[in-house]
């Protein structure tokens, strides 16, 4: 099996972190890096790089971003997850771009619904409540063992 790392930023309600602890539960030798607590990291030995967030203001975190430009060796095999109150492909743009600049390889992307309260959610108490659902979460696992 190739050496996988994820970084991640999954802060407000886990709804990212839900999808990384099933994938870990699957492969036990996968790195998870929370970019909070570990801004630079090398990544040189790792075959395949993930890089997991929730969607905020359109695009993955700004601390998952800016991770990506220092700490992104060129060449590497790159894969996406992202969880949103409002799912959209544009999120990945950023993050994609990145990692072009850096001549990688994507091999994927999976984004699903996750529980949102920011700005106006927060007065109705927030949207996609019970997201992400066992499916989705199921369906993070499959896109992870078929890259």
Do not use: W
């Not at 309600?13 to 929370?34: Q, V």
């Not at 990688?104 to 992400?132: A, S």
Request: glycine share 8%; aromatic share 12%.
């Amino acid at each position: 099996m190739k050496k996988t790392a994820i970084v991640y930023y999954s802060k407000h309600h886990g709804n990212t972190k839900k999808l990384l602890d099933a994938i870990k539960s699957f492969d036990p030798d996968l790195e998870l890096i929370d970019v909070t607590e570990k801004p630079e990291a090398n990544l040189t030995e790792y075959d395949r790089i993930g890089f997991a967030s929730g969607a905020y203001y359109s695009k993955f975190a700004e601390q998952l971003l800016n991770f990506a430009k220092v700490n992104l060796p060129e060449q590497k095999g790159v894969f996406f997850i992202c969880t949103a109150g409002n799912p959209v492909k544009v999120y990945f743009n950023a993050i994609a771009d990145i990692t072009a600049e850096k001549q990688c390889n994507e091999l994927g992307r999976y984004m699903c619904k996750g529980f949102d309260t920011f700005g106006p959610f927060k007065l109705v108490g927030g949207i996609q409540k019970g997201h992400p659902t066992e499916d989705e979460i199921s369906g993070a696992v499959e896109f992870y063992k078929n890259l």
